[in-house]
């Protein structure tokens, strides 16, 4: 079955860097395109970032561009999350998901809890 399994959260203080993985399982890693999305603590899921099979065409919310940076690593069917530059505001759970090859989110990760905070 479809496993996604995020690790890398913690605490980390405004201006500082953290780096999320998501191991994949259960599914052709390679032919997937590939979402990060967040929820903050009161509020709704938002979008992060998305990457292709290929890892070559990614995009990125308005408020993190320049800042994060998904990646993937096909031989070990990974996905990342390089966050430089964290601010309160990203305090969040992370979570990876798959796409269902219709635009789409069909699999989820249970997420790793992200702290920006001094």
């Known amino acids: 079955q479809v496993q996604l399994v995020e690790s890398g959260g913690g605490l980390v203080q405004p201006g500082g860097s953290l780096r999320l993985s998501c191991a994949a399982s259960?599914?052709?890693?390679?032919?997937?395109?590939m979402y990060w999305v967040r929820q903050a603590p009161g509020k709704g899921l938002e979008w992060v970032s998305i990457?292709?099979?290929?890892?070559?065409?990614?995009f990125y919310a308005d408020s993190m561009m320049g800042r994060f940076i998904i990646s993937r690593d096909i031989a070990k069917n990974t996905l990342h999350l390089q966050m430089n530059s964290l601010k309160s505001e990203d305090t969040a759970v992370y979570y990876c998901?798959?796409?269902?090859?219709?635009?789409?989110?069909?699999?989820w990760g249970k997420g790793t809890l992200v702290t920006a905070s001094s």
């Open positions: 998901a798959k796409d269902n090859n219709y635009a789409a989110m069909d699999y």
């Open positions: 990457i292709d099979t290929g890892g070559t065409t990614t």
């Open positions: 259960g599914f052709t890693f390679s032919t997937s395109w």
